[in-house]
């Protein structure tokens, strides 16, 4: 990878690397290469089955990390592709691929943004740090990527001032929206214990599907909580259902449920599991279950602050639109970085064809990116 600031001809190059994850299939070590020739230290890191990248310039003052991730998500049934769908093709002013959203477009604008931010501003590093966290799990179980990088940078005691995510925020045009938080995610899983029979003789069973369906639908209509002036109130969509083996003249003995909770700070996993249980517990005679949990992440949100100021600045500059700073949408790995550095936004494209057949990004729209991207450096880090 060269080091100019196309964020066109950037993307093409990483969008023709097949990096489905976890697999990095050679994709940061493009950028490792690009980010060199800038002047940058770059680090490969390895956990797990997972490949990482950290690259820093400079090594005093502010710091200010660009965030992102290299892998995607699976193409799916790749004939009803317009194009293939890690040719990077160009057709009336898109480009096509996967990852061109989510998000090797945002790593591209971020790429050309720091090479020209750098050839403007020679001697940034004498004062300040520039910084990229490229993950290769955000796609996946976001266990082995950011997590333990933000693990390895703090046993290297190296802090981070500023964080730019560069996910897909925008839903009508670029600069319509930034993320100044995120949603909760906790994923819980609900087994009822009932007791295995012939459906002939239902008296000599007990079905935890009859017994339960009252319970279900009491959970699905509760209100967990009335949100607050950042987040909307919390959710819960039941997202998988089996009892059985399939057999027709079978009572089941059990009923697994799964369900997500997405929560904002009006809550924590711990008030929304205790509510959980207090609807269960109402089963009358008492029905007996096993409730287990998983947290993905826990709400954020960025209150102020310098980042945000010049966000908003720099895209109604460039972008001749005010954004709307708001908390929708699923999580990020902004959800783990925000824990060692409160000052974390999220900014990048419209995301309307994320993860779908056809993804895709109008070419004007990575230039537009990009700029905005610079202007935010400058704004941050004015000329002397």
């Not at 890191?45 to 965030?67: M, S």
């Not at 938080?181 to 008296?203: D, M, T």
């Not at 599907?209 to 909580?225: G, S």
């Not at 007996?288 to 998983?294: A, G, N, V």
Request: with cysteine.
């Amino acid at each position: 990878m060269k080091p100019n600031d196309s964020p066109l001809d950037l993307a093409i190059e990483l969008i023709r690397v097949a990096s489905i994850s976890p697999r990095d299939e050679g994709c940061q070590a493009l950028i490792g290469h690009f980010l060199q020739q800038l002047g940058f230290t770059v680090y490969s890191l390895r956990f797990g089955q997972v490949d990482n990248l950290y690259a820093r310039l400079g090594e005093r003052g502010k710091h200010f990390c660009f965030a992102g991730h290299t892998d995607v998500v699976t193409p799916g049934d790749v004939s009803r592709w317009r194009s293939p769908p890690f040719a990077a093709a160009i057709q009336d002013g898109l480009l096509i691929g996967r990852g061109a959203n989510d998000m090797k477009g945002g790593v591209a604008a971020m790429l050309a943004a720091a090479a020209r931010f750098l050839q403007q501003h020679p001697g940034f590093a004498e004062q300040n740090s520039l910084s990229f966290l490229i993950t290769g799990d955000e796609e996946g179980s976001a266990v082995d990527g950011t997590v333990k990088v933000l693990e390895w940078l703090r046993q290297r005691r190296e802090q981070l001032d500023y964080c730019l995510v560069g996910e897909p925020t925008c839903m009508q045009q670029l600069g319509d929206g930034l993320k100044i938080g995120r949603r909760g995610s906790l994923n819980a899983e609900l087994i009822f214990h009932g007791k295995q029979g012939h459906v002939a003789y239902p008296h000599l069973a007990d079905n935890p599907i009859h017994r339960a369906a009252p319970l279900l639908d009491r959970l699905a209509r509760h209100r967990f909580d009335e949100g607050n002036d950042h987040f909307p109130p919390t959710t819960l969509q039941m997202t998988n259902l089996q009892a059985g083996d399939g057999s027709d003249n079978v009572i089941p003995g059990s009923l697994r449920v799964a369900f997500n909770f997405r929560f904002g700070t009006a809550s924590s996993p711990e008030t929304l599991l205790a509510q959980v249980r207090a609807i269960l517990d109402q089963a009358d005679p008492p029905l007996p279950y096993t409730l287990t949990s998983h947290l993905s992440g826990h709400p954020f949100q960025t209150e102020g602050g310098r980042l945000l100021q010049a966000l908003q600045h720099s895209i109604t500059e460039i972008l001749g639109i005010t954004p709307n700073p708001n908390t929708a949408g699923g999580t990020s790995d902004a959800r783990f970085i925000s824990l060692d550095c409160p000052q974390t936004l999220e900014f990048g494209l419209f995301s309307p064809t994320i993860h779908q057949i056809d993804e895709r990004v109008p070419v004007v729209e990575l230039e537009r990116l990009t700029r905005v991207y610079t202007h935010l450096l400058h704004t941050l880090f004015p000329h002397p």
